[in-house]
Structure formats: structure tokens, C-alpha cells
């Protein structure tokens, strides 16, 4: 029973393409996130959910749009893609401030 | 806002020797701690937790210290194998609903 599941695992597109990243968490959590893990591994904030209301878009381009349909999923779609948004991207989950998350695997999008 | 800094890497070390990684965090409230680990090719797996000032978190031999007075919950494992290689995060969680990141740190471990 996977607790964050997030597909594609691998999303290879060309520039200027659109294209969503799904997931979708079962532990019950309030609170979802978007994770962006560049090449030196470096972790940094996209958004935070909490009951479907977005709390944090950490200057984000607007061509990345979440959608939160319910609790348990938080999608992530990317218009126009560009080079520079080659990177892992992670879905993760929690209880809410001062608790651990729960990460998906992680989506590797290539943009060529 | 909240930050962590930790240990540069990489880190290299032979079977059987001790591991630290050095973390320090910078926070307005009263945060939770974290280390969180990435193995080749997957995604991030809670490592060890620490909720207040003297908690000790451990896990698979890890040990790591809430300390409030230095600000800093730095990851112990006395005698490493090949299987710690890996990237090792700290991260802190406040009541902002994000956790902030460390850099990460790259150990490897030589049989």
C-alpha cells in the first residue's frame, strides 16, 4: 500500500509542451505539498495545501498551476514547458506545521 | 523565515567508521526536527524525528539530538555500512505548513 503515489515516475517532453504530474495520498493527511529537487539536490518549496486551500506558492512562474480536487490529491500542471524545468519534482503529504511528511517517489521530467 | 544549514559534502568513509553530519537550524517559533534520507534514485524516507528541546531521535542506528541552547540536531551513526550511501537531509517543520530543507549531504561508504 503505497502512502504517496505520484505518475509518471519519468515525464520526457519537448519545449513548449503542457503536461500534468499526478498524486494522490492515503494516510488521511490535511496538508499537501509540491517539492522541486534540482540537480545538485536541493529541495525547495512549490506549494502547500491545506483542506484543498492553497497556503504557500513560493514564487512560483505561473505557467505551474496546482489543483487540489479533494484532500487526498494535489495534481501538478505545467504550461509552456522550459529547459530550465528539467528537475525531480515530489508530491508529499502531512498532518500539518510541526509534522514530519510523507514523500511519493518522485516525477524525473526532462524537458529536450 | 526558518532556514538549516548543514555539513557540506561529500562525504567518504570506510566500512565500520563513525558518521556525523553537522546541522544548525534558524527558526521564529518552536520547530520540529527532521532527518530525512534519499537513497540513489528514490524519494526522501523519514530517517528520525525530534519534537522538542532534549528529544533524542533515533532510528537503524542513527542518533540525533534536539539541542535548543546551539541550535543544532546534528546525525550520529557510530559504524556505517555500504547500505547508509546515500544523501542526507535535515529539515525543520513550524507551524508555517512547509518544511524547510538543509543542502543534503552525500555520503558514501567504501566496503
Known amino acids: 500500500d503505497t502512502a504517496v503515489s505520484q505518475t509518471p515516475k519519468y515525464l520526457v517532453t519537448q519545449m513548449g509542451n503542457d503536461k500534468s504530474i499526478k498524486c494522490e495520498q492515503n494516510?488521511?493527511?490535511?496538508?499537501m505539498y509540491w517539492y522541486k529537487q534540482d540537480s545538485k539536490k536541493f529541495l525547495k518549496i512549490m506549494f502547500s495545501?491545506?483542506?484543498?486551500?492553497?497556503?504557500i506558492n513560493e514564487t512560483v512562474p505561473n505557467r505551474f498551476s496546482p489543483k487540489s480536487p479533494d484532500k487526498a490529491h494535489l495534481n501538478l500542471h505545467i504550461n509552456s514547458l522550459e529547459l530550465g524545468d528539467s528537475a525531480v519534482y515530489f508530491c508529499?503529504?502531512?498532518?500539518?506545521?510541526?509534522?514530519?511528511?510523507?514523500f511519493g517517489q518522485g516525477t524525473r521530467l526532462t524537458v529536450v | 523565515g526558518n532556514s538549516v544549514t548543514q555539513m557540506e559534502g561529500p562525504v567518504t568513509l570506510s566500512e565500520e567508521a563513525f558518521l556525523t553530519i553537522n546541522c544548525t537550524y534558524t527558526?521564529?517559533?518552536?520547530?520540529?526536527l527532521f532527518w530525512y534520507v534519499q537513497y540513489p534514485g528514490e524519494g526522501l524516507q523519514l530517517l528520525l524525528k525530534?519534537?522538542?528541546?532534549?528529544d533524542k531521535g533515533s532510528n537503524k542506528g542513527f542518533e540525533a539530538t534536539y539541542r535548543k541552547e546551539t541550535t543544532s540536531f546534528h546525525l550520529e551513526k557510530g559504524s556505517v555500512q555500504v547500505s547508509d550511501s546515500a544523501v542526507y537531509f535535515c529539515?525543520?517543520?513550524?507551524?508555517?505548513?512547509?518544511?524547510?530543507f538543509g543542502a543534503g549531504t552525500t555520503v558514501t561508504v567504501r566496503a
Open positions: 525530534a519534537t522538542k528541546a532534549d
Open positions: 495545501y491545506n483542506n484543498k486551500e492553497l497556503i
Open positions: 529539515a525543520l517543520s513550524d507551524s508555517d505548513y512547509k518544511l524547510s
Open positions: 527558526a521564529t517559533g518552536y520547530p520540529s
Open positions: 494516510l488521511g493527511h490535511d496538508t
Open positions: 508529499a503529504s502531512s498532518r500539518g506545521g510541526n509534522t514530519e511528511a510523507f
